[in-house]
């Protein structure tokens, strides 16, 4: 089995290493650093952290659905030049 991973400094601690070695039908590639076509998500994980998302603590799902909305949703359907409609 191959895992493709980003570089995450935990990715590549002492003990992640010793744990994919303990395992012989692990191979381990890692991304390059600075490859976002390789690794889309890490334009969003950029956008989550910008948005304070990345360590939210909601109190309610309600607070956390309303964070999400106006820090994710509202601003890709903007950037896109779209919007939600109720119908």
Not at 32 to 60: D, F, I
Not at 71 to 87: I, M, N
């Amino acid at each position: 089995m191959i895992l493709v991973w980003d570089n995450l400094a935990a990715h590549r601690s002492r003990w992640i290493r010793a744990a994919i070695q303990a395992r012989e039908w692990l191979e381990v590639e890692y991304l390059p650093a600075c490859a976002l076509e390789l690794n889309p998500v890490e334009q969003a994980w950029s956008h989550l952290k910008s948005t304070g998302l990345a360590n939210l603590a909601a109190l309610s799902f309600t607070e956390l659905s309303e964070a999400v909305r106006l820090g994710l949703v509202d601003g890709f359907l903007a950037h896109a030049g779209l919007q939600l409609g109720t119908e």
